[in-house]
């Protein structure tokens, strides 16, 4: 059974989802580490009443981007961790992370990337774009992470409609409906090792 890491700065909403997924025998894995790198992230006390070991780990705390990969390759080591999922996840991975993870880290973008992806496009500031650039459909996107943001493998992608009355907020929670969905699904192939990575493509088995 594979051991996942799910790393969040947030709500944690779709931490959420794969803790239901895991107790549903959906996952192909257990959730055996939640990190967060904000203290006041609700996706710790999530973790907290599911029974999962949950840690706060932040680049400000720890004093350096090389002192925070340390913290957080220890954490992942100690925990036998062998996937990781970013899930509303704000800070970037240091490089022992990177390199000893690659292949095995998962995240879940609010937009249909290529598009809207990218330095800065997180949370609001993607679904403003969006609608600033007058396209009709957006959706989710779940990603390998390799070292460029957001452009990583895509895993799976699902398109939802932008409606012409939306809003920011009415558009970011059609898409995170989709996302509650899109992830655990590719958490699940992954784990089962149904993924297969070709260059920029991801092969499902
Ligand atoms: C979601 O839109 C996710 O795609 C983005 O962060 C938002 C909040 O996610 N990366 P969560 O509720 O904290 O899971």
Do not use: W
Request: a positive charge; proline letters at 3%.
């Amino acid at each position: 059974m594979k051991r996942i890491a799910v790393f969040c700065s947030g709500g944690g909403s779709n931490l959420q989802a794969l803790i239901d997924a895991a107790a549903g025998g959906r996952l192909n894995g257990q959730i055996a580490l939640v990190l967060a790198n904000k203290r006041s992230a609700y996706a710790l006390e999530r973790a907290r009443l599911a029974g999962i070991p949950a840690k706060f780990i932040s680049k400000k705390n720890a004093g350096s981007v090389e002192a925070f990969d340390a913290l957080t390759y220890e954490e992942l080591r100690s925990n036998g961790i062998d996937v990781i999922v970013t899930a509303g996840y704000l800070q970037i991975l240091g490089e022992k992370t990177l390199k000893a993870y690659r292949e095995n880290i998962i995240n879940i973008h609010p937009a249909l990337l290529p598009s809207f992806g990218g330095m800065g496009m997180y949370g609001h500031h993607v679904h403003e774009a969006v609608l600033e650039s007058g396209a009709r459909v957006s959706g989710a996107t779940v990603h390998y992470v390799t070292g460029e943001v957001d452009g990583g493998p895509i895993i799976l992608q699902r398109a939802v409609d932008v409606l012409q009355d939306d809003t920011p907020d009415t558009l970011a929670a059609r898409v995170l409906s989709v996302e509650h969905q899109l992830l655990p699904a590719a958490v699940a192939l992954h784990c089962a090792g149904r993924l297969s990575i070709r260059g920029k493509r991801v092969m499902v088995l």
